[in-house]
């Protein structure tokens, strides 16, 4: 897909660094493609690769925050009941 919205996409060649460290196993999986598309779409400088990193990191908490509102509810009972 990212062939046909960036042309020659499939065709960059870069090192994909190893992901950062406290990264979900879902979001470990996801980084090489990510990347990927990181480094075709802008050059995959350090920054773009830092972004990428809190990008998955978020997507992580927000996966946290999910399961503990399935199981919480979004209203929590006050002191007075």
């Not at 046909?4 to 493609?33: C, E, K, N, Q, Y």
């Not at 990927?36 to 908490?61: K, Y």
């Amino acid at each position: 897909m990212l062939g046909r919205i960036f042309p020659g996409a499939s065709r960059v060649s870069r090192d994909v660094p190893d992901p950062p460290d406290g990264l979900s196993a879902r979001s470990v999986a996801a980084w090489p493609a990510l990347i990927a598309d990181v480094v075709a779409a802008a050059g995959g400088a350090d920054v773009d690769l830092e972004l990428a990193g809190e990008l998955l990191r978020v997507r992580d908490r927000l996966d946290e925050v999910r399961v503990v509102l399935a199981v919480e509810g979004l209203v929590t009972e006050g002191s007075a009941g």
